[in-house]
């Protein structure tokens, strides 16, 4: 009799872990922890993707004309530069950064030398200093 309650506990200690860690594994996935939506965003979406730090003027102005300068030209994104440094004159002190972010999108898209011929004194040098940063 010794023998056969020694097997019953062996074989409950085998398969009680089993048994417990399956149940508790249903019991999880059968909980809606989510809402059901057409949209769920994991925690790390929420990292990557913040939406209540709204951007500043200058860096959607600096986006819209590279995005431009790649559906046009250089020469027009640098004269909407200049538009909106004399629509907007609190652009100006970043007219230089943005120029620059400009040569160095016209020298991805052109390369060097074609980009460099569209340089014009639109915020001084700027815009080919852009083109010689990305050289």
């Given amino acids: 009799m010794n023998q056969a309650a020694r097997r019953i506990g062996r074989t409950l ?3 009680l872990p089993v048994v417990l860690v399956l149940s ?11 809402p059901s939506g057409p949209q769920v965003l994991t925690a790390s979406a929420e990292r990557t993707a913040p939406r209540d730090k709204p ?3 200058h ?13 046009k030209d250089p020469g027009t994104a640098l004269t909407g530069l200049q538009k909106e ?3 907007r004159p609190s652009l100006a002190r970043h007219c230089a950064s943005i120029a620059r972010a400009l040569g160095r999108a016209a ?13 014009r ?3 001084d040098t700027s815009f080919a200093a852009g083109v010689a940063d990305a050289r």
């Fill in 13 to 15: 200690a085998l398969v």
């Fill in 121 to 123: 004194p639109v915020c």
């Fill in 24 to 34: 508790g594994t249903l019991a999880v996935t059968a909980v809606p922890w989510a």
């Fill in 85 to 87: 440094v004399n629509r």
């Fill in 55 to 57: 951007r500043a003027p």
């Fill in 59 to 71: 860096e959607v102005v600096r986006d819209r004309l590279v995005a431009e300068l790649q559906q």
């Fill in 107 to 119: 020298v991805e898209k052109y390369g060097a030398v074609r980009a460099h011929s569209y340089s």
